[in-house]
Every structure is written in structure tokens, then in C-alpha cells.
């Protein structure tokens, strides 16, 4: 089993940028996908971004697509996730979480994902 440790939130204004991290142990990180979700007061949890580590191909939520990066660091097993140009609807609590197998369209969906860490808050002021 893979363990997820999130973390990077925090408070920026509208048009700031920050970086998440997601540090992976326990577990072959390669074998893995790595994915970010949010979940924003009243709202369902809702895929961000994934990666495949093994090749790096990613994949992207429409809403976030041009402003987010997400990238693998195999040496460290963790994973980032670059956001700039950030908006006050981004704010949610954002998750990563772990799963094998080929991704899909239906990546987007929390309930294929197996391994979850812990959540961390990123909250964009207007």
C-alpha cells in the first residue's frame, strides 16, 4: 500500500500562484497514478489534475487547464502541483490520492481512487 502526505495551502490573493506537494511512501511510486482532488464547502469532492508517473502523461479538469501544472519528482516520490493565476472559486480543501491502473476518462471520479492523504486548504481571497 502507498501512504499520501498533502501539503502547501494557504491564503493568496486572487492572480497568486502556489505549489502543492504530495509526498508518497510505503509503496513503488511508479507503479502508481497520483491524483488531485478538491472539495470545496457544500460541493462534492471533484477531480484537478492527474498524473501516471511510469510515463508522466497527465491530465487536466477543464477549469484548471492552462493555469495548473502537475508534475512528478521519482527521486523524492513526490508529486506537485503548480497553480497560478488562482481564483477565488479554486478555493477548496485539495486532496491527493493513489490508484494502478490505465487512466480513463473516468479519472475525474473519486471513487476509482484507492489511497487518499490528508487534505490541505488553499483559500484565494477576491
Known amino acids: 500500500d502507498v501512504q499520501l502526505q498533502a501539503s502547501g495551502g494557504g491564503l493568496v490573493q486572487a492572480g497568486g500562484s502556489l505549489r502543492l506537494s504530495c509526498a508518497a511512501s510505503g509503496s513503488s511510486f511508479d507503479d502508481y497514478n497520483i491524483g488531485w482532488f478538491r472539495q470545496a464547502p457544500g460541493k462534492e469532492r471533484e477531480g484537478v489534475s492527474c498524473i501516471t508517473v511510469s510515463d508522466g502523461s497527465t491530465y487536466y479538469e477543464d477549469s484548471v487547464k492552462g493555469r495548473f501544472a502537475i508534475s512528478a519528482d521519482n527521486a523524492k516520490n513526490t508529486v506537485y502541483l503548480q497553480m497560478n493565476n488562482l481564483k477565488p472559486e479554486d478555493t477548496a480543501v485539495y486532496y491527493c490520492?493513489?490508484?494502478?491502473?490505465?487512466?480513463?476518462?473516468?479519472?475525474?471520479?473519486?471513487?476509482?481512487?484507492?489511497?487518499w492523504g490528508q487534505g490541505t486548504l488553499v483559500t484565494v481571497s477576491s
Open positions: 490520492a493513489a490508484e494502478q491502473g490505465a487512466i480513463d476518462i473516468t479519472w475525474y471520479y473519486p471513487e476509482r481512487w484507492d489511497y
